[in-house]
């Protein structure tokens, strides 16, 4: 960290650029904001002007019910001036390219000398550039967008092989993992389980009844459909229920498909630990899936979880003792993680729990500022 000529430290003027408030994020750029080496400036493309918001992929509006611009300094576009507020940073960090304003910050920035951070979702199982001539443009934009960046921020490996695989530097390229509040989960899913029993009551489960568990948009692409596939070969007396948190487009056909499935609708945030303790084992078959952070939240609440191999968390988080990784779209072998995970579910929590530890908030800021050092001593 730079310091004055009296020998005090100088807080980096962080500025984050970011689409909108996402749920995720808010407790860690909370984080951020406490650490006394980083003056943390938040600056919205777009926010509701109410609480609530319309979520396509749930289908329906959602209010999240956690604070998503507390505890850190921000502000929304149009009621302040891009160019001065990168102007005004020492450090520029970006969330993506996606959009206009991202890509026009990303401008502003080199036209001013200010460095800049990446940290985005891809990976080539997510997003692929595909070949030929359309594979190629997509290649040499982002060739374009990456030599503008002082820095990249790694969310796990499939990201990191992403950069490293479109030129990126090693040495450009800092670890800040994909995380959630994993201490609000595990306490939430403690106080939770002393009412385990009344939850499975009220949701008709027989005390000695396992669970699975699908929590989250019901997309084609999060494969619930292959998970009710699956289970069939499970169902009889006794067989563990499948229950499905959540809502979507595919919230009709679910129904359709798996009529002995138990159906709660949409759960918010803090609701959500209570469902993962109720869990035996958490399932997330998608295909394509950057990330998945509800494997981040399962694991901390204690569940044992299975992924499909297109999911971008598989190889840092899911290994044998807390977990399968099975073929995207193999209803067979996900049959049998399922078997091997739901007699095994005690121990396979235990593991998640203590696998999942090293994967937190503590871990970003580390990797964050480990980044903004590195820019500021090659300023």
């Not at 609480?51 to 300094?73: I, K, M, N, Q």
Request: hydrophobic residues 45%; charged residues 25%.
């Amino acid at each position: 960290m730079a310091t004055d000529m009296g020998g005090n430290t100088i807080a980096t003027k962080l500025t984050y650029l970011v689409s909108h408030p996402i749920q995720y994020q808010a407790s860690l750029l909370a984080r951020i904001a406490a650490h006394g080496d980083i003056n943390l400036r938040v600056v919205f493309e777009r926010t509701s002007s109410q609480a609530d918001h319309f979520d396509s992929g749930f289908g329906r509006t959602v209010e999240w019910d956690v604070p998503l611009r507390e505890g850190y300094d921000s502000v929304v576009l149009s009621d302040t001036d891009l160019q001065t507020e990168i102007a005004d940073a020492d450090i520029v960090w970006l969330h993506g390219w996606q959009t206009p304003m991202l890509r026009h910050a990303l401008m502003l920035a080199r036209q001013k000398a200010v460095p800049v951070l990446m940290r985005g979702e891809n990976c080539d199982l997510a997003m692929p550039d595909g070949w030929g001539p359309k594979g190629w443009l997509k290649r040499f934009y982002l060739s374009r967008i990456f030599e503008q960046c002082q820095g990249f921020l790694a969310i796990g490996t499939e990201n990191e092989n992403y950069y490293r695989a479109r030129g990126v530097s090693a040495s450009h390229i800092f670890q800040m993992p994909y995380a959630v509040d994993n201490d609000t989960f595990a306490d939430k899913a403690l106080k939770a389980a002393e009412q385990r029993a009344s939850l499975k009551a009220s949701l008709g489960i027989a005390p000695e009844q396992k669970v699975v568990l699908f929590a989250g948009k019901f997309q084609h692409r999060k494969r619930p459909d292959l998970l009710v596939q699956a289970m069939k070969p499970l169902l009889g007396d006794g067989s563990p229920v499948l229950v499905f948190v959540g809502s979507g487009d595919m919230d009709g056909e679910l129904r359709r498909m798996a009529p002995e499935a138990i159906f709660t609708g949409f759960k918010n945030q803090s609701e959500l630990p209570a469902f993962y303790d109720l869990a035996d084992v958490f399932v997330l078959p998608s295909e394509r899936e950057p990330w998945g952070l509800a494997v981040n939240e399962a694991m901390a609440c204690g569940t044992a979880v299975i992924v499909s191999d297109q999911v971008g968390c598989a190889v840092d988080l899911i290994g044998p003792d807390c977990g399968r990784v099975f073929p995207a779209g193999d209803v067979r072998a996900l049959t049998e993680a399922l078997l091997h995970c739901l007699e095994n579910a005690d121990a396979m929590g235990k593991a998640a729990t203590e696998k999942i530890t090293g994967w937190d908030f503590d871990a970003d800021v580390r990797g964050l500022t480990t980044a903004l050092d590195a820019l500021k001593g090659d300023a």
